[in-house]
């Protein structure tokens, strides 16, 4: 589990994150939702080790985070953020095996073809991968990232090191069409399915409920609500946090439609 107990970040005066809890499940999907500037990509670098809170701790597997190995930390955890430059001329092949960088000299480098190629594959970005990466429209971009974080943490079921992998997005539908958004979060909800603990920030409230296990509402850098899904994604919470009327309707397969 990846855990942040009261994070607080500091911009001069401004408190980015104001108390911040909150964690990350193995086989769950967690999705920071909230109205701009609530805090979400902050945190999402907060959880990364991007950024150090002004207070408060990080936890990677019962361990603080800045006393853990960062090459340790970065073969089992990836993360997605919304700024991903790059001004090299790599190929977009070349930018997914960036991913598996954090294994170079280990045994599991061995796998990195199968990774590179099951990442293309689950990502469809497979017919462009001779492609220069600075030729990509910013939604191949956007895939091609996801693509390299997820032959981070891809596994050889083979294997015999079954420990928990992680991975954070931050906007990971943001350049995407309706298609590749739903595609996008159909791997991450099959990741989590296979045991990886996801946690995304995600704007669209429909995609969050339809794919997220739990839910983490931020509203001014603080913490609103946390838990299930359906527990903290109701009419009351959304309504107040977002200063918007809004109406949840069941489908009759069970998903929830919410409406402002």
């Known amino acids: 589990m990846i855990r ?3 994070i607080s970040v500091l911009a001069g005066r401004k408190r980015l994150l104001d108390g911040v809890s909150v964690a990350v499940t193995p086989g769950r999907v967690t999705a920071l939702i909230g109205p701009n500037g609530a ?3 902050t945190l999402i670098s907060v ?3 991007e950024r150090r809170p002004d207070e408060g701790e990080i936890f990677f597997e019962n361990a603080r985070l800045d006393t853990r190995s960062s090459l ?3 073969r ?9 430059s790059l001004d090299f001329a790599f190929t977009a ?3 997914i095996e960036l991913g598996r960088l954090p294994f170079a000299g280990t045994e599991a480098q061995f796998d990195d073809r199968a990774a590179v190629a099951a990442a293309a594959r689950m990502t469809g970005v497979g017919g462009f991968l001779g492609r220069s990466y600075q030729t990509l429209s910013g939604g191949e971009k956007q895939r091609i990232q996801f693509a390299r974080a997820i032959a981070q943490i891809w596994r050889n079921r083979q294997w015999t090191d079954r420990s928990p992998r992680y991975l954070l997005l931050d906007e990971p539908t943001s350049a995407l069409d309706l298609r590749h958004q739903r595609m996008v979060l159909d791997v991450a909800r099959a990741l989590a399915d296979d045991g990886v603990g996801v946690i995304a920030a995600i704007h669209d409230l429909n995609l969050a409920a339809a794919y997220a296990d739990d839910a983490v509402l931020l509203r001014g850098g603080r913490l609103v609500a946390s838990g299930p899904v359906e527990s903290v ?3 009351a919470e959304l309504g107040a946090c977002f200063e918007v009327e809004v109406e ?6 069970g998903q929830r439609a919410i409406l402002v």
């Open 47 to 49: 959880l990364a080790g």
């Open 76 to 84: 089992r955890r990836a993360v997605l953020l919304q700024e991903s």
């Open 233 to 235: 994604m109701t009419e």
């Open 93 to 95: 092949e070349e930018v």
């Open 4 to 6: 942040a107990t009261d």
């Open 39 to 41: 805090g979400k990509s």
């Open 248 to 253: 949840i309707l069941t489908r009759e397969n």
């Open 72 to 74: 340790d930390i970065a």
